[in-house]
């Protein structure tokens, strides 16, 4: 099955939904940088509320980066979206592994720390780019996403991520955002809050092959929900190319550039998004000099 985003509305326009389901975009990052299960249900919860927040953007040209920085021992997830979305990402400890926690799951909120922030920013055209930061409160990363939306952007939203793994790699992997209109009623407000408890998981619900359709159903308490957009399909790509890191190591300054022909005769660079390999050999980077040069 393809990876989707769909967006719906229910309870007769007052209540918004937003569906994903990204288990192959999450697969495709575990393989390419060869995650542990810990690392691969935290890093796909990230790439999850990326993809979901990046297909709300507008234009082609704009960005989102989310950096998620706590104490625990994951270190820093740093994951980039543009809004159709393709989404990318990069982890400090991608090998990272600890017991399960209490419930006898994977213990993200302590490989993440519930001590740090998470910082989104979004770079949509304007002379500067939105930055909106709040603390952790779990690590867990869904929870401090609905935290984050209620202080950085004043929005009541329900926040549900998951992503199941086994020894196979990724059996399922999605989330949801829902958020009420400003014209929905206590009422509307408490069959959705009660259909979430009820609907259980949402990598469960994605396991159990329900569509995202039935998941908004489930969720909203709603069986008349209405679709605004199926059209959007989540990728992971990294769009790196030899050429931007030439123009990457041109911004070194000549001083530099010089020192890594003289000492070395050639560069490698690896991306830390794909953990592609770029190698440059001297004459390569002499031209590289030139243009240099000429800022």
Do not use: W
């Not at 989104?120 to 055209?125: A, H, L, M, P």
């Amino acid at each position: 099955m393809k990876d989707q985003i769909i967006k719906f509305l229910a309870h007769k326009g007052k209540i918004s939904v937003v569906c994903a389901s990204t288990t192959n975009l999450v697969e495709e990052a575990r393989k390419l940088h060869d995650l542990s299960p810990l690392a691969t249900a935290a890093m796909g919860r990230v790439l999850t509320i990326t993809a979901l927040i990046g297909s709300e953007m507008k234009n082609k040209t704009d960005k989102l980066t989310i950096q998620i920085k706590g104490n625990g021992p994951i270190g820093k997830i740093v994951a980039v979206s543009d809004n159709q979305p393709h989404v990318k990402a990069c982890i400090t400890n991608p090998h990272v592994d600890l017991p399960l926690n209490e419930f006898q799951k994977l213990d993200v909120g302590g490989a993440v720390g519930n001590q740090g922030f998470i910082n989104v920013i979004k770079d949509i055209g304007l002379k500067e780019p939105y930055i909106g930061i709040s603390p952790l409160t779990s690590g867990e990363i869904a929870e401090d996403f609905a935290n984050y939306f209620q202080t950085s952007e004043q929005k009541q939203t329900a926040v549900a991520l998951g992503v199941l793994v086994d020894k196979n790699g990724v059996r399922s992997s999605g989330g949801y955002i829902i958020s009420p209109m400003p014209d929905a009623t206590d009422e509307e407000i408490s069959i959705v809050e009660k259909s979430i408890f009820e609907a259980g998981a949402m990598s469960r619900m994605l396991d159990e092959k329900l569509t995202l359709k039935e998941i908004a159903q489930k969720i909203t308490g709603d069986k008349d929900v209405q679709v605004i957009d199926a059209s959007i399909e989540p990728k992971y790509e990294c769009g790196c190319s030899k050429e931007k890191f030439a123009d990457s190591l041109a911004t070194l300054g000549k001083k530099q550039l010089k020192e890594i022909i003289e000492e070395d005769e050639k560069a490698e660079i690896i991306c830390q998004f794909c953990n592609k390999k770029y190698e440059f050999n001297k004459e390569e980077l002499e031209e590289i000099l030139k243009n240099a040069q000429k800022e």
